[in-house]
């Protein structure tokens, strides 16, 4: 393996950690919203958790959070659609 190889499975890896971990914390802060969240991207999900917290708080600042996710898994992942999943769309029940 070659290391341009290593550093970008490292950002891919450290990326589905974030991922992982703001899906959960949204879902913390949205009681039965499970798993709505799953479409949009890191920086979406990072965005709406910032608007919910407010710039302050447990989260820590959004300035900050921004630049070191940029800087740990770079623009594109952080702006790029989590791969689809197998899991039926929701219908809307009227």
Do not use: C, H
């Amino acid at each position: 393996m070659n290391p341009s190889e290593t550093g970008t499975n490292a950002r891919q890896n450290v990326y589905q950690s974030i991922l992982k971990i703001a899906n959960k914390r949204l879902e913390q802060a949205i009681p039965g919203s499970g798993g709505a969240f799953a479409q949009l991207s890191l920086a979406a999900l990072l965005n709406l958790l910032f608007l919910l917290r407010g710039e302050w708080g447990s989260i820590g600042d959004y300035g900050t959070t921004q630049r070191a996710v940029r800087e740990l898994v770079g623009d594109e992942l952080l702006w790029a659609e989590p791969q689809k999943s197998t899991l039926a769309p929701i219908e809307l029940v009227q």
